[in-house]
């Protein structure tokens, strides 16, 4: 049994790899082969390893693809040295390509004015729970964790702040905006009422229909609705109204110092995406506004 049976057959047996897996990393080995022209894989070196990235990488494939050729190179030779005698491995020291920063989804003003200024089913405690929690993110630039962690003390309608415990345990004051702030005095009065009687109370902010601290799966779920009811036909998660918040204070205050700490980012090179986002912005404007800069058909 040559060294790549051996291998495919310990991630199936010992790994318990699915079948569909290990067929991936039997093609990746052979993609390996082809591109060094059939030598032995024992006999690879470093420069044969990198040569065969940059002839992926002259075909065509994406970074991410590239990594995970390299991964199942090196995971072969990793188990080959430890249990096949080979002398060394090849993959060591190489780092995979670096993948392209993908940028996020935004949302429009006029598209989240869609959103937040739609009706839910109702007017129950649960919508004015929805509102509150969908304005609320939309106002402060919160994280899901951010805000199914909020308690009742954290937020203070009087002076318009909210106290957000962010990554690492950290905590900052975010400014709450007004529509956000007539929404959140619309919930509390219907939060008290979901309670149940005789439960161990609880601080949290949002609460479920059973009285408990919502889960964030639960608000997933919920604005995934709410964009539904609101006709925007397109998926909308908790994170898109944060990147909505941060690239619409940007694009208004230019200010990108001001967004990282609201952001509650521990480097400005974290919010520095959002630049992007703001110059697609500017450039699509430009594109389809300026009488020179329009394309031909």
């Avoid at 929690?133 to 308690?151: I, K, Q, T």
């Avoid at 009687?197 to 604005?223: D, H, M």
């Avoid at 036909?233 to 941060?246: E, I, K, S």
Wanted: proline fraction near 5%; aromatic fraction near 6%; charge should be positive.
């Amino acid at each position: 049994m040559n060294a790549v049976a051996q291998y495919l057959q310990h991630l199936a047996a010992e790994r318990r790899l699915s079948p569909h897996t290990v067929a991936a990393y039997q093609r990746d080995l052979a993609k390996l082969a082809k591109l060094t022209a059939g030598r032995l894989l024992a006999e690879l070196t470093v420069t044969d390893i990198r040569g065969a990235i940059v002839k992926l990488r002259g075909q065509g494939l994406a970074a991410t693809s590239v990594a995970r050729q390299l991964s199942s190179w090196r995971g072969f030779y990793t188990f080959a040295c430890r249990r096949l005698g080979y002398a060394n491995n090849p993959c060591s020291g190489l780092r995979p390509p670096k993948a392209a920063k993908t940028l996020p989804d935004i949302l429009s003003p006029d598209t989240c004015a869609q959103l937040l200024d739609g009706r839910a089913d109702n007017d129950d405690a649960l919508a004015a729970r929805d509102r509150a929690m969908f304005e609320l993110f939309y106002s402060s630039g919160l994280r899901l964790a951010e805000l199914v962690g909020l308690d009742l003390d954290d937020v203070n309608l009087q002076s318009g702040e909210a106290q957000v415990t962010g990554k690492g345990r950290k905590t900052r004051i975010v400014p709450v905006g007004r529509q956000a702030l007539a929404a959140l005095a619309a919930w509390l009065p219907q939060r008290q009422p979901l309670m149940s009687p005789g439960s161990e109370p609880t601080a949290a902010l949002f609460i479920s229909q059973r009285g408990a601290r919502l889960t964030p799966r639960s608000v997933q779920l919920r604005l995934n609705r709410w964009a539904l009811q609101a006709g925007l036909g397109q998926h909308v998660h908790p994170h898109m109204l944060r990147h909505a918040f941060a690239t619409h204070v940007l694009q208004s205050s230019g200010d990108l110092r001001a967004v990282q700490e609201m952001l509650g980012h521990a480097s400005i090179s974290t919010t520095q995406v959002y630049t992007h986002l703001d110059w697609q912005h500017l450039a699509k404007v430009y594109d389809q506004t300026h009488p020179r800069a329009r394309k031909k058909d």
